[in-house]
T-cell receptor, first 114, second 114 residues
Framework: AQSVTQPDIHITVSEGASLELRCNYS??????LFWYVQSPGQGLQLLLK??????LVQGIKGFEAEFKRSQSSFNLRKPSVHWSDAAEYFC????????????FGAGTRLAVHP | EAQVTQNPRYLITVTGKKLTVTCSQN?????MSWYRQDPGLGLRQIYY???????DKGDVPEGYKVSRKEKRNFPLILESPSPNQTSLYFC????FGAGANVLTFGAGSRLTVL
């Protein structure tokens, strides 16, 4: 069955520290890959996506993610976290050839200490 | 402004009292979908619609109904709400399907069923 795993439920980092949020997927073929962010009281906003090509993708707000086929992973990174990055982050996959839904991970809640 | 609008944003109701959560998009998108978000479970798809008059079940459709009479609107109907439907609900849309297309999300509707 298709699934997305975000192993870290909560992560706390200090402002200015680097960040890596993990995402692993289980699927027969490389799916489309997404990271969304949900700020408190708001809907989900797309941070970045991977469809094909360069495995290191750049997104908004200084985020980047790297697709590693051998590890079925799509980890999100940011070199220096800002207090405004505190939010919940969701990894999602969209099956190639399937158009009915995205499959979301359980989310990682990020707290940022001053 | 391109957006997905959900109403109401917050609702407290009682078991068995029918309610409708409206969803409207102004981007001429073909695809619309409803998700529910629960702690530790991420977002799970309730129903989706690939086009007007075409709807289908997602992963957790029990207790919900939808209709798609116009391209822009996709209401979620709870005929007889129960406490296990207490959740945060999101409507989303995209140009054609979910997979290779980015979803645009509404701000969410927090529903409490007593």
């Amino acid at each position: 069955a298709q699934s997305v795993t975000q192993p870290d439920i909560h992560i706390t980092v200090s402002e200015g520290a680097s960040l890596e949020l993990r995402c692993n997927y289980s699927y027969g073929a490389t799916p489309y890959l997404f990271w969304y962010v949900q700020s408190p009281g708001q809907g989900l906003q797309l941070l970045l996506k991977y469809f094909s090509g360069d495995t290191l993708v750049q997104g908004i707000k200084g985020f980047e993610a790297e697709f590693k086929r051998s590890q079925s992973s799509f980890n999100l990174r940011k070199p220096s976290v800002h207090w405004s990055d505190a939010a919940e982050y969701f990894c999602a996959v969209g099956p190639r050839g399937g158009y009915n839904k995205l499959i979301f991970g359980a989310g990682t809640r990020l707290a940022v200490h001053p | 402004e391109a957006q997905v609008t959900q109403n109401p944003r917050y609702l407290i109701t009682v078991t068995g009292k029918k309610l409708t959560v409206t969803c409207s998009q102004n981007m001429n998108h073909e695809y619309m979908s409803w998700y529910r978000q629960d702690p530790g479970l991420g977002l799970r798809q309730i129903y989706y619609s690939m086009n007007v008059e075409v709807t289908d079940k997602g992963d957790v459709p029990e207790g919900y109904k939808v209709s798609r009479k116009e391209k822009r609107n996709f209401p979620l109907i709870l005929e007889s709400p129960s406490p296990n439907q207490t959740s945060l609900y999101f409507c989303a849309s995209s140009l054609f399907g979910a997979g290779a297309n980015v979803l645009t999300f509404g701000a969410g509707s927090r529903l409490t069923v007593l």
